[in-house]
């Protein structure tokens, strides 16, 4: 039997989950800065106290919505990675100075960014009533995310030790290619980079389909309704 959940907690997870998605965001702006100024390595910076403050926020939008949950422990149970996600973990490194490679800890800089990526899924899911409409925004921005952080980690760890990458734009020149698998002139040399680019190769492979199939889906649609319209 579905119980309809009051107005005021759907109004309170649609602005929580946006300004998860809000949050995230910043997290985004912010390790980007410190990737593309070459910041990434230099001790502490500013991304690690921007992320501690953002994943409060998330420790306490987790703590919201368990308390308004209308079953608490089947909400924890199926909720608990949103816990982990929320974790400061570069705050808590730099802390209790754990001894981390610097390569490391800076891919461990983007776990919290996926809780943003998941308060995105479920505000798609509230807003878009379509529900294919729903499933390739959620893709669409999936794809977008993975391509730039892939870009974002490549640049760190390529442009110090290969020469075929000297900016930024290299990185994208050398994502396009990969994402497309048409295969690009840039050729890895460290483990992370040959890690990056195999991990794009697949997210095309998988992703594109997915293009291609909701494009196919709208177009019948559409004939459909422009048969009905004509029929006499």
């Not at 602005?15 to 809000?22: D, K, Q």
């Not at 909400?75 to 949103?82: A, E, K, Q, V």
């Not at 919290?112 to 479920?122: E, F, H, S, T």
């Not at 997210?203 to 009905?228: D, Q």
Request: proline share 3%; glycine share 4%; hydrophobic share 55%.
């Amino acid at each position: 039997m579905n119980v309809t959940e009051p107005r005021w907690k759907t109004v309170m997870t649609k602005v929580l989950n946006l300004l998860g998605v809000a949050a995230s965001l910043i997290l985004i702006t912010s390790i980007s800065f410190e990737a593309l100024t070459n910041a990434t390595f230099s001790g502490e910076t500013i991304y690690t106290r921007i992320q501690l403050g953002v994943c409060l926020y998330f420790l306490l939008d987790f703590l919201l919505l368990l308390v308004t949950a209308r079953d608490r422990w089947r909400f924890f149970s199926r909720n608990f990675i949103l816990i982990l996600l929320s974790v400061p973990y570069a705050w808590l490194v730099d802390y209790f100075a754990f001894d981390f490679s610097s390569e490391t800890l800076y891919v461990i800089h983007f776990l919290p960014i996926v809780r943003g990526g998941i308060a995105l899924a479920v505000l798609v899911k509230m807003v878009v009533s379509n529900r294919i409409s729903g499933l390739f925004i959620v893709y669409l921005a999936l794809f977008f995310a993975i391509s730039y952080f892939q870009t974002l980690i490549f640049y760190v760890f390529e442009a110090r030790v290969n020469p075929l990458v000297k900016s930024y734009p290299d990185a994208l020149w050398w994502a396009s290619m990969t994402v497309t698998t048409v295969g690009s002139n840039i050729i890895p040399v460290t483990t992370i980079g040959k890690i990056c680019t195999a991990v794009l190769a697949v997210v095309g492979m998988t992703t594109f389909p997915i293009f291609t199939a909701y494009i196919t889906a709208l177009v019948h649609n559409f004939n459909e309704r422009e048969k009905k319209r004509v029929r006499p």
